[in-house]
T-cell receptor, first 111, second 113 residues
């Protein structure tokens, strides 16, 4: 089957750099995406890193190791508004191309 | 360009009833996916539609169904509601099937009493 694992919570201070990890297990792999969701809001796309390229947004960048089935999202110059939930997602090409999401990591940015 | 629009924003139903949720994708987007989000369960994939055809279905009972119209608008229906169906239902669109960058709506918060 498919599974993604992320830490449930991460805490960091304003201005710092934080890394949110994601390990995945899928029968087929195409790419790893990241989304941000504030409480009660719509998830918004942050980054994609995969077989067909890389897309990143603003202060958010991503790393991928296909050999280790592992990736992370890097957030630089943390701001209070970055406090949110962050989800990694993989498209399992052997499962009809479903986009499967992790359980999410809640990031708390402290002053 | 208008974003993904989901209606209604909030819904309260009782057990045994049925409900229909609506999603209007971004203009020009032909792929629509639906997700169920509950605390502690993350986003669970429900279905994906592309050009009026269901391309993928998640592991949900047959009470959950959906469709897509020729204008790419989509609806999902849940029949015989159960308490456990209380969740935020999110719709996302993308220009083509298989594209990684999804655009989500704000969701429909369904409460089943």
């Amino acid at each position: 089957g498919q599974s993604l694992e992320q830490p449930s919570e991460v805490t960091a201070v304003e201005g710092a750099i934080v890394q949110i990890n994601c390990t995945y297990q899928t029968s087929g792999f195409y790419g790893l995406s990241w989304y941000q969701q504030h409480d009660g809001g719509a998830p918004t796309f942050l980054s994609y890193n995969g077989l067909d390229g890389l897309e990143e947004t603003g202060r958010f960048s991503s790393f991928l190791s296909r050999s280790d089935s592992y990736g992370y999202l890097l957030l630089q110059e943390l701001q209070m508004k970055d406090s949110a939930s962050y989800f990694c997602a993989v498209r399992d090409d052997n499962q009809g191309g479903k986009l499967i999401f992790g359980q999410g990591t809640e990031l708390s940015v402290k002053p | 360009k208008a974003g993904v629009t989901q209606t209604p924003r909030y819904l309260i139903k009782t057990r045994g009833q049925q409900v229909t949720l609506s999603c209007s994708p971004i203009s020009g987007h032909r792929s629509v996916s639906w997700y169920q989000q509950t605390p502690g369960q993350g986003l669970q994939f429900l279905f994906e539609y592309f050009s009026e055809t269901q391309r993928n279905k998640g592991n949900f009972p047959g009470r959950f169904s959906g469709r897509q119209f020729s204008n790419s608008r989509s609806e999902m229906n849940v029949s015989t509601l159960e308490l456990g169906d209380s969740a935020l239902y999110l719709c996302a669109s993308s220009p083509d099937r298989g594209r990684e960058k999804l655009f989500f709506g704000s969701g429909t918060q369904l409460s089943v009493l």
